[in-house]
Nanobody, 111 residues
Framework: QVQLVESGGGLVQPGGSLRLSCVTS????????MTWHRQAPEKQRELLAR???????YYVDSVKGRFTVSRDNTKSTVYLQMNSLKPEDTAVYYC?????WGQGTQVTVSS
């Protein structure tokens, strides 16, 4: 059974940082590309970042320079370090592996 479990969301002030984690099971993590997405209220889910099995990272322009995706194959976990957070980053954040999605973790950026 495949499981992806995100954690690390919460309430943070503008300019603050959060580190999201996505622990996986049931997949061959070391061979899996992983992606992070988010969905704000009344908006479509959007891709933020991708990390391939060899660690190559890709970012969309809106988060480039602020977000960093990384992975720890020994823990079957992918991370999203988010810095310089803005109110418009408020959303539910999801990790994905192929057709499998996590349940999401809420990030709220507000003063």
């Amino acid at each position: 059974q495949v499981q992806l479990v995100e954690s690390g969301g919460g309430l943070v002030q503008p300019g603050g940082s959060l580190r999201l984690s996505c622990v996986t099971s049931g997949i061959i993590f070391s061979l899996s590309g992983m992606t992070w997405h988010r969905q704000a209220p009344e908006k479509q889910r959007e891709l933020l970042a991708r990390i391939s099995s060899d660690g190559t990272a890709y970012y969309v322009d809106s988060v480039k320079g602020r977000f960093t995706v990384s992975r720890d194959n020994t823990k079957s976990t992918v991370y999203l370090q988010m810095n310089s957070l803005k109110p418009e980053d408020t959303a539910v954040y999801y990790c994905r592996s192929g057709k499998f999605w996590g349940q999401g973790t809420q990030v709220t950026v507000s003063s």
